[in-house]
């Protein structure tokens, strides 16, 4: 039967709001609009969706069914459009450059050569493994680990264009645990043809870096997996002292995105200019060009110790990235995550959100229209909030590479 994407959405809204008129609000729309279309849905469909409560909507049993399809259907379809776009705007493929001699020689190459010795030495002083790319390279390199850590980062997100059941370091016969890997928002429908469990049985112990991951595990599985935190917050804020770069002088807003959104340029403009602060960005794709007309300077940037200056320098930090938000909270800097749009609504990223409740400063996470609630005063929270999951996330990751 064919229903409108639309409604599917305005469904999806209603049934994360669980009211109808925040998700009025949500979507732009009015509350007759939201109504109608749930009435048509349900219509189409033959079923009831919701039960209605003296204060908003919760789903119902065949709700519960079709909302887990539903988000997996959009959240796909979005992370395709995502990809073309990306495609479309240079920042996936290969990227041909053309310019004179003299800008080539005197300017390009010298800054492109100088980047890349600077990542260079950054990875090679780190400790690796040797590179297991094929099943070739797993093959002939399985038996020489004693642990095996899986994790972290989104490597068990099925919508992933990258995602591999090699993730789960199958057939290796040493000690195996994850470490905060995450799902994103895939939903335990998203996994049908994925033999979770078996890939997961002869796992030691089990975490997860998102809230939202932990029930999926367990429908799936039986097994509840803890919820640690992303390894950067392991290490306290001193440990990067060797490894950062250089900071501008003087106050700055510091404002680190990955796709620039257009509504939160405008957010971060306002604030800067009500705060009368500079703005510093950083080049990470093609869409960086979006933030330029808008005043924002473009900082020098070779390595990720130069990032980490940016942040830990900042008189306020702007972000719609995770890990923008992860190094600001691990420094202390004043900063805020916002919410940019999907389609009509605010996405909420559910590791940006289980991160800042587990650090009790859960008020810093705001759609990118609420401006004027942007501020530069202290993070007022308790510390030993963070502290007791960095040490239960440690003791979690040494136990489980220890047990037999």
């Known amino acids: 039967m064919a229903v409108k994407l639309e409604l599917y959405r305005i469904f999806r809204t209603v049934a994360e709001e669980e009211s109808i008129s925040a998700a009025a609000k949500t979507l732009f729309i009015s509350q007759s609009a939201v109504s109608q279309s749930i009435h048509q849905l349900e219509e189409q469909l033959q079923v009831r969706l919701f039960s209605r409560q003296p204060r908003g909507v919760t ?42 001699d003299t800008v080539t020689r005197s300017l390009l190459l010298p ?16 400790p690796k493994s040797a590179p297991m790319q094929t099943e070739a390279d797993f093959a002939a390199h399985r038996a020489d680990y004693r642990a095996v850590v899986c994790g972290s980062d989104q490597i068990w997100n099925p919508g992933s264009l990258d995602f591999s059941t090699h993730f789960f370091a ?7 645990i994850s470490y905060a890997p995450s799902l994103r928002s895939a939903t335990a429908a998203e996994f049908a043809d994925i033999d979770l469990k078996g890939l997961l049985a002869d796992f030691a112990a089990l975490s997860v870096r998102e809230q939202e991951s932990v029930a999926v595990i367990e429908q799936l599985t039986g097994r509840t997996p803890k919820v640690v935190l992303d390894p950067t917050l392991l290490p306290a804020a001193q440990d990067f002292a060797p490894i ?16 620039y959104p257009p509504e939160v340029c405008r957010t971060v403009q306002q604030t800067a200019r009500r ?50 938000t992860v190094f600001a909270l691990r420094f202390g800097t004043p900063f805020y995550a916002l919410k940019a749009k999907r389609g009509a609504a605010y996405y ?29 005063a202290p993070l007022h929270r308790d510390p030993a909030l963070l502290d007791r999951a960095v040490a239960e996330s440690r003791a979690f990751l040494q136990e489980g590479l220890t047990a037999r």
């Open 59 to 100: 789903l119902t049993g065949e709700g519960r069914v079709l909302y887990d399809y539903v988000r997996s259907a959009i959240n796909l379809i979005e992370t395709g459009e995502e990809k073309v776009q990306q495609t479309r705007e240079l920042m996936m493929g290969e990227l041909v450059i053309g310019a004179s």
């Open 111 to 126: 800054y492109l050569l100088r980047r890349k010795a600077a990542f260079r030495d950054f990875i090679g002083a780190l």
């Open 170 to 176: 199958p057939d290796f016969a040493a000690q195996k």
């Open 244 to 259: 950062l770069g250089t900071a501008p002088q003087g106050d700055y807003l510091f404002f680190y995105s990955i796709d």
């Open 275 to 324: 705060l009368h602060l500079p703005v510093y960005i950083l080049f990470t794709g093609n869409k960086t060009y979006r933030a330029l007309p808008y005043g924002f300077r473009l900082a020098r940037h070779q390595t990720p110790g130069d990032f980490l200056a940016l942040v830990k320098g900042a008189k306020l930090v702007l972000s719609t990235s995770f890990h923008g």
């Open 348 to 376: 909420t990223d559910p590791r940006i959100a289980t991160l800042l409740q587990t650090a009790g400063v859960a008020e810093r996470y705001l759609p990118c229209d609420r401006a004027g609630e942007i501020h530069t």
